[in-house]
T-cell receptor, first 114, second 113 residues
């Protein structure tokens, strides 16, 4: 079955700690994305990557970092510099960046800072 | 600036009744519009999209939407809803200049028996 997996499903972090969220896809997609979802605010783009070893900041990149060493993987690190990291994080992928390429979403990771 | 406004944060409706979820957009360039559905604690699934051509777009699960350029709207409709349609629905606009989707805040559809 082709799709996107995110792990873990739930993640708890103490203030001041960095934490990494995993995103893997086996759809052979070039483009991958990270979104943050907060209640009543829709989804906001954190980072996106068009191709391996390349990524671009989205609207709310501060306090986050990513890497794209493999086509299948696009991990997101939430650093201690992110002031309010508690949120639902969604990873997505698509064939390319153009509008006609549907974005497929993973099931999400819910991060809670204690 | 490009933006998406979903006019209702919550829409309650009885089973088998029709429903319309409203979406307005703002853009000075060509638009590409999408509707996504999100079931509780899950990712998003594409319902339908408008890229060009016919302004009436049909999607999955019996949903359809109409692109109205003069009113800058892309409302989602379904003639008869089921309990299983209870979910959050997001309207989104593709911004070609920035290679990203711009999402509305979402509309929570609650279908009651």
């Amino acid at each position: 079955d082709g799709g996107i997996t995110q792990s873990p499903k739930y993640l708890f972090r103490k203030e001041g700690q960095n934490v990494t969220l995993s995103c893997e896809q086996n759809l052979n997609h070039d483009a991958m994305y990270w979104y943050r979802q907060d209640p009543g605010q829709g989804l906001r783009l954190i980072y996106y990557s068009q191709i391996v070893n390349d990524f671009q900041k989205g609207d709310i990149a501060e306090g986050y970092s990513v890497s794209r060493e493999k086509k299948e993987s696009f991990p997101l690190t939430v650093t201690s510099a992110q002031k309010n990291p508690t949120a639902f994080y969604l990873c997505a992928s698509s064939m390319g960046l153009a509008a006609y390429n549907e974005q497929f979403f993973g099931p999400g990771t819910r991060l809670t800072v204690l | 600036a490009q933006s998406v406004t979903q006019l209702d944060s919550q829409v309650p409706v009885f089973e088998e009744a029709p429903v319309e979820l409203r979406c307005n957009y703002s853009s000075s360039v060509s638009v590409y519009l999408f509707w996504y559905v999100q079931y509780p604690n899950q990712g998003l699934q594409l319902l339908l999209k408008y890229l060009s051509g016919s302004t009436l777009v049909k999607g999955i699960n019996g949903f359809e939407a109409e692109f109205n350029k003069s009113q800058t709207s892309f409302h989602l409709r379904k003639p008869s809803v089921h309990i299983s349609d209870t979910a959050e629905y997001f309207c989104a606009l593709y911004s070609g200049g920035y290679n990203k989707l711009i999402f509305g805040a979402g509309t929570r559809l609650a279908v009651h028996p």
